[in-house]
């Protein structure tokens, strides 16, 4: 897999990532079991051992079963799509549509996508809360989150973070979403009960990711251009520091919708 020419002037971002019902970034690529976190019982008729593969320059997604290493149909979410998000009870894959400023919902059960919900502009990351109820989805063009309620497929108010927001992640009780803040030199802390921001936390230079520890106590901040990890700094690579990231030009597309670099 590969990502074509750099996309709004940013560096090249290639993530290709294998979880259990976990949001990724980037060239997605998804496994499910059986049931997820969830019971079998509120499982549904889920496809044990599928990859979801995202393809952007065929604005596809295509399941693959890991048993037997065979591609289904591609499954169809139009232009662009770059990142992807399965619920905790693995019913509902949800696709980020770059260019089209939507994200398309795909049922599982039949690998067959939904109607796109409008987001904020350039959605590329998607982060789902570990009860499944509402999937944030980080628009970088619009510095903004939009929260998606999976139940209705409904998006609410976008919430305002800070510039270029790029990377999500939400804390194993569900309580908080953070997002780093590539452009601003932050991190936004949501609460997830009311999809409200909170005051920005200050870090290093160009925050492009972010993981949080399983008791959920530390958020650790990947900062490129100082070349360390927030909060301790555990990592310093003098002489390797990268200028902040440029501002977006205007989005260009073909007559086919397909982007123009």
Known sequence: M??????????????????????????ALVSLGSAGAASAADAGPV?????????????????????TDKAGTAINVKTYPYAIAVTPNGKTAYVTNTLLDTVTPIQVATNTAGKAIN?????QVIAITPNGKTAYVVNV????????????????????????????????????AYVANSGSGTVTPIGTATSTAGKAITVGTD???????????????????????????AVSRPGRHRGPRPSAP????????????
């Open 2 to 27: 590969h990502f074509p020419a750099p996309y709004h002037g940013f560096p090249m971002r290639t993530h290709i990532t294998r979880a259990l019902c976990a949001a990724t970034a980037g060239v």
């Open 47 to 67: 496809h044990p051992g599928t990859a979801y593969v995202v393809n952007q320059d065929s604005g596809t997604v295509t399941p693959i079963r890991t048993a």
């Open 119 to 123: 987001v904020g502009e350039d959605p």
């Open 141 to 176: 063009g619009s510095g903004t989150v939009t929260p998606i309620t999976t139940a209705t497929g409904k998006a609410g108010k976008a919430i305002n973070v800070g510039s270029f927001p790029w990377a999500i992640a939400v804390t194993p009780n569900g309580k908080t």
């Open 207 to 233: 925050p492009s990711a972010i993981a949080i520890t399983p008791n959920g106590k530390t958020a650790y901040v990947l900062t490129r251009g100082t070349a360390k990890i927030s909060p301790k700094g």
């Open 250 to 261: 205007p989005r260009v597309r073909s007559p086919e919708g397909l982007p123009v670099f």
